[in-house]
Structures are given as structure tokens and as C-alpha cells.
């Protein structure tokens, strides 16, 4: 019998980032339940890969909106990273559309089944999701974050959230990205926080799990007021500035936030630790002669004229990307992208010891968000998709140290 059990249920599941950081946090974490749903494609590719790696015990391939609160199990945690394509780097800000996007509106199917839950609503939950949700939208900078806050202490959660760069801590990949943590109020970890500055700063649960230290002049204190529809129509309206920084903890609709510099000693992983051996890489990965100069023109610096809509004549210009990739740094994040043979930008490239040019294998992919090796080898599942499916998944080992940090606040040991 397991000394602890925390039930977990995981929703927008991907292929299962956060299972895979919790069970090697600790073998407390159960999950019973899980969702996942690709609304655009006919096959299932995220579902199917789940399915393989996890069994289907529990597992639900559904339109989230479809399913009722009710045939959910209970659970002590809620996790997952819920989709953010309106609000996403890839997208220009100021079109995204942010939480009242088509897939944003995925937030409040959270909020319904926390609501819906009621007294038997999870003591804890965690999130993920892309740095620019706390400066989203443009005209309103800030807005969808106060949104989710403010829904969220209605529901009873004290809520603490950091931006975290995982090669900032020692794993393979630059890939910066907003955790959110949040315990019910009257929970063994809500009734530890004794003042809001000590708990971000030091004491807390993201504090512990990833050391910082606070950036001078940064420090911001606020309320969120009003109805949730209120905070919509009237949070920080007219200001140019977001007034979330990149730490923070809310409680009952008070707010401190402070901006975070990463304080890291240990071990770094570097994109050249993750690579496999040239004789092991598939041909169809390298780089011919012929195709190396479309590479090199479209990494480097260019300006290009362009004509718009109505006939305006103006120059588009950018910069130069490192050419190849650095293999003695963390990776740059990888997109979903990143797959296919044609020259691009933002694709990564490797130099081997040959001297030859290549692109990633999918294992290497997997490698840079601390997945097992081969966990998305699927019958039917193409390279390309294995990809796409890296570039929308998280950094296993961001979860696992969160994971731990919730597992001591619970149970103090």
C-alpha cells in the first residue's frame, strides 16, 4: 500500500508531460483520470500516444466541452496545460485575441468543473501555459491573467504562478513558460503561508522548487477588483505596462509580484549532451549540398522589400540566427515546427563531428523536454508529427521539481 496517495486528474493531457514529471517526482501521484482532445484533426495522434504509453484505464479522447463534471472522478489535484494558441508567442500579439480567443475559451472549462465540483473540488491544482499569458492581451495588458486569478480566488484558491526558463535551471532547453500553483484555502499548504513578500521571495512552494533572487524595483502590490466580467472590461485599461511581474502569489484577490532572476549552481545540460551518434541518424536528416545554401539565406540577416494591401512599399528586415545551433548552450525552444526538410528559420541544425549538417531526430526533440526516449513511437505517427507534438509539449523536468516541492509542502517530508 502506498504511505501516500494524491489522486490527479489531467486535462489538455498532450501526450502526457505532466504524468510523466509528477511519477518521477513521487510515486504519490496517481493519475486516475485524463482528458485529451485535438479539435482540428481527425486522428488522434496525442490520444493514441497516451493510450500506448499509459494504458486507457481512465483515459478520455472527448471534446472537454462535452463532458459532464460529474462522470470526473474526484481528485486532490488538478493539472494541465491548457491551450493558449490565441495568446501564443507565434502569434502577433495584438491579433491574438487572448482569453476570449476560440481555444482560450478552454480556461472556463477549468473553471467549470472546479465550480461544478463543489465542496468535493480538488485541494490543489497546477498549470501551464506560455509566458505572454500574464501580458496578454495588447490593448489591455494583464487582462486574461486577472481573469483566471479572480475566477479563481471566487473558487477559494490562493493561487502562486512563476515564469520559468528551464535552461535557466540546468535542463537542455531555453523554453520559458508560466507554472501556476494553486491550494484551496484551509489546505495543509494554504495555512503555511504566513506573509505574502516571505512566501514568493523564500518559503514557498515555486521558491523552494527554483531559487531566486528578486530584481531591485520590481515589487507590486494590487488588488483585483470587481466581478469577473468587471476585471474583463476594466483591469489596468488605458495602461501601456502589464502589472504582473514574473512572481507572485494571490490570495483572496490581493496580489504581491516581484520579477524573478534565476539563482542556479548545479548541473547544465547543453543541446550537444542530447545528441545521438551521427551513425545512428536516419539520412533523410542531413542536409544536402544543394539545400545547405537555402538553409544559410534563411537563417541569416536579410531585408526584404514588401509591398501591403494597399501598396505601400516598406522593408521587412531580421536579424541573424546562430548558424548551426550552439551545441555548448541550452537548445533555443523548440516549435511545433520543427519537424519536415525545408529550410527554415527556426528549425534547429546541428554540425556532427564530419563536419555534416543535420536536422533533429524525434528523439532528440523528446530529449529537450526530458521525455523517455521513443515515448512518441507510435504505428502510424509520422516524424513531422512527433515534432509538432514536441514543440506543444512542456519541460518534464520543470513539473518533476514542482511536483517534489508540493509533495514536501503536503506532507513535510
Not at 479572480?150 to 493561487?159: F, H, Q, T
Not at 515555486?206 to 494590487?222: D, I, R
Request: glycine content about 10%.
Amino acid at each position: 500500500m502506498k504511505k501516500h496517495h494524491i489522486k490527479v486528474v489531467e486535462l489538455f493531457a498532450g501526450v502526457g508531460g505532466f504524468r510523466i514529471g509528477l511519477e518521477k517526482a513521487s510515486d504519490a501521484y496517481d493519475t486516475i483520470w485524463n482528458n485529451q482532445w485535438e479539435p482540428s484533426t481527425v486522428r488522434q495522434d496525442a490520444s493514441i500516444i497516451y493510450q500506448a504509453r499509459f494504458g486507457s484505464k481512465g483515459h478520455s479522447n472527448k471534446d472537454i466541452n462535452t463532458i459532464k463534471t460529474s462522470i470526473i472522478p474526484n481528485h486532490d489535484l488538478l493539472v494541465g496545460g491548457f491551450p493558449c494558441q490565441d495568446y501564443s508567442v507565434a502569434a502577433s500579439l495584438s491579433r491574438s485575441g487572448g482569453i476570449e480567443g476560440k481555444k482560450g475559451v478552454l480556461w472556463w472549462q477549468i473553471y467549470r468543473i472546479l465550480n461544478e465540483k463543489g465542496e468535493k473540488r480538488p485541494k490543489y491544482i497546477f498549470f501551464e501555459n506560455v509566458d505572454r499569458l500574464l501580458k496578454s492581451p495588447a490593448n489591455q495588458r494583464g487582462r486574461d491573467f486577472a481573469i483566471i486569478l479572480a475566477s479563481l480566488a471566487d473558487l477559494g484558491y490562493v493561487v502562486e504562478w512563476r515564469i520559468i526558463n528551464a535552461g535557466e535551471y540546468g535542463m537542455p532547453q531555453k523554453r520559458s513558460r508560466t507554472y501556476i500553483v494553486g491550494y484551496q484555502k484551509g489546505s495543509v499548504i494554504a495555512r503555511k503561508i504566513e506573509t505574502m513578500e516571505e512566501w514568493v521571495r523564500n518559503s514557498g512552494v515555486m521558491a523552494q522548487a527554483f531559487k531566486f533572487n528578486p530584481k531591485a524595483n520590481t515589487e507590486a502590490v494590487f488588488d483585483i477588483n470587481g466581478s469577473v466580467q468587471e476585471v474583463s472590461d476594466l483591469f489596468n485599461k488605458g495602461k501601456k505596462d502589464g502589472p504582473f511581474r514574473n512572481a507572485g502569489l494571490m490570495m483572496d484577490r490581493h496580489v504581491y509580484t516581484v520579477d524573478a532572476e534565476a539563482v542556479y549552481t548545479g548541473q547544465r545540460m547543453t543541446l550537444g549532451d542530447i545528441l545521438i551518434d551521427e551513425e545512428l541518424v536516419p539520412e533523410e536528416f542531413f542536409i544536402s549540398e544543394e539545400d545547405l545554401s537555402k538553409w544559410k539565406y534563411e537563417k541569416g540577416a536579410k531585408k526584404i522589400e514588401r509591398v501591403a494591401k494597399g501598396g505601400f512599399r516598406y522593408l521587412f528586415s531580421e536579424g541573424g540566427m546562430t548558424f548551426p545551433d550552439n551545441l555548448n548552450q541550452p537548445s533555443r525552444t523548440i516549435i511545433t515546427g520543427e519537424g519536415g526538410k525545408s529550410p527554415s528559420r527556426f528549425k534547429h541544425v546541428v554540425q556532427t563531428k564530419s563536419g555534416r549538417y543535420r536536422r533533429l531526430t524525434p528523439i532528440e526533440l523528446e530529449r529537450l523536454n526530458m521525455f523517455p526516449d521513443n515515448h512518441t513511437l507510435c504505428l502510424g505517427v509520422s516524424d513531422g508529427r512527433r515534432a509538432f507534438l514536441m514543440g506543444n509539449a512542456l519541460v518534464c523536468g520543470v513539473v518533476e521539481q514542482i511536483g517534489k516541492s508540493l509533495y514536501h509542502f503536503i506532507y513535510d517530508e
